[in-house]
């Protein structure tokens, strides 16, 4: 995927990035969750074909901004709706040795704004077939940034939710 100044909005798009939702079709976005902290990378297995098991699939653009997952997330989700929680994205992909690499890329509050509300996933570098990881957190509870990371997950249900942001 390219970036930068010469990269092409593609079909739909405008100099501003914004999609036009109603002509661009959504792509798969495949989402994992895990309350109190984010799953392992240990979770995803070594080549990236084991996954952890609280799976949702949203489909959506890249130019989807945190917020608006976070939405998706609490329509599904219930400790996700909890005033006072957080929810702390990290992108899941393969690195360049073949194994399974995690990175946070924001944060945003269920009651209250955030600073990273409208951050893109464009702007999180986020290319097609990556995996998003959601910590659900208590604002004032355990875990926070990278200590979150970690511990199990994959037991619990392995539903599945489809979101089409219009």
Same mark, same amino acid.
């Not at 957080?86 to 924001?106: A, D, I, Q």
């Given at each position: !995927? ?23 079709? =959504? ?13 392992? /990378?240990? /979770? ?8 952890? +098991? ?32 957080? !929810? ?7 690195? =360049?040795? +073949?194994?399974?690499? !995690? ?11 955030? =600073?990273?509300? $409208? ?17 659900? !957190?208590?604002?004032?509870? $355990? ?24």
């Amino acid at each position: !995927m390219s970036s930068g100044a010469g990269a092409r909005i593609g079909v739909g798009g405008n100099s501003d990035g914004l999609i036009d939702r109603e002509k661009v079709t =959504p792509s798969l976005l495949r989402v994992f969750w895990k309350e109190h902290g984010h799953n392992s /990378d240990l /979770d995803y297995g070594r080549d990236g074909k084991q996954l952890p +098991g609280r799976q949702l699939h949203f489909y959506t653009w890249p130019d989807a901004t945190l917020k608006e997952l976070s939405q998706l997330l609490k329509d599904v989700v219930p400790c996700a709706r909890r005033r006072g929680s957080r !929810m702390e994205f990290s992108l899941v992909y393969p690195g =360049p040795e +073949g194994r399974t690499r !995690m990175r946070m890329v924001g944060s945003v509050r269920n009651s209250g704004r955030s =600073p990273e509300d $409208a951050k893109t996933l464009r702007d999180c570098k986020y290319q097609i077939g990556d995996h998003l990881d959601i910590a659900v !957190m208590d604002e004032g509870g $355990a875990g926070g940034g990278l200590r979150g990371y970690g511990g199990g997950g994959g037991e619990g249900e392995g539903g599945t939710a489809m979101g089409v942001m219009a």
